[in-house]
Nanobody
Framework: QVQLVESGGGSVQAGGSLRLSCAAS??????????MAWFRQAPGKEREGVAS???????TYAESVKGRFTISQDNGKNTLYLQMNRLNPEDTAMYYC??????????????????RGQGTQVTVSS
């Protein structure tokens, strides 16, 4: 099994920054075999993939956050991060850390993430 626990959410004014963290653990987790990603879901909207990171450190971002958000991973600490800068009210959502087993493959799309944390709320006021 894989457990994911997010932290770092909160309330911030537009233009501000937040850094989210996600601690991964469990007997089934091995950072070298999993794709890690951040998703978000705003009230009344579908969940969307925000960013993902490959084993080699390459990253993928949703168009809406490119240039503002940065995903990173500290493999020694089994921790995933999302640095969010220049936040705007449209970024308000519950943010989730997610993982999927890929073995020796690559992340591919934002589909089929089997593991997800409980989420951390991000609220951006104008």
């Amino acid at each position: 099994q894989v457990q994911l626990v997010e932290s770092g959410g909160g309330s911030v004014q537009a233009g501000g920054s937040l850094r989210l963290s996600c601690a991964a653990s469990g007997s089934g987790y091995n950072y070298g075999s999993f794709c890690m990603a951040w998703f978000r879901q705003a009230p009344g909207k579908e969940r969307e993939g925000v960013a993902s990171i490959e084993r080699d450190g390459s990253t993928t971002y949703a168009e809406s956050v490119k240039g503002r958000f940065t995903i990173s991973q500290d493999n020694g600490k089994n921790t995933l991060y999302l640095q969010m800068n220049r936040l705007n009210p449209e970024d308000t959502a519950m943010y989730y850390c997610a993982a999927k087993y890929i073995g020796i493959g690559r992340c591919g799309s934002f589909q089929s993430f089997s593991y997800r944390g409980q989420g951390t709320q991000v609220t951006v006021s104008s």
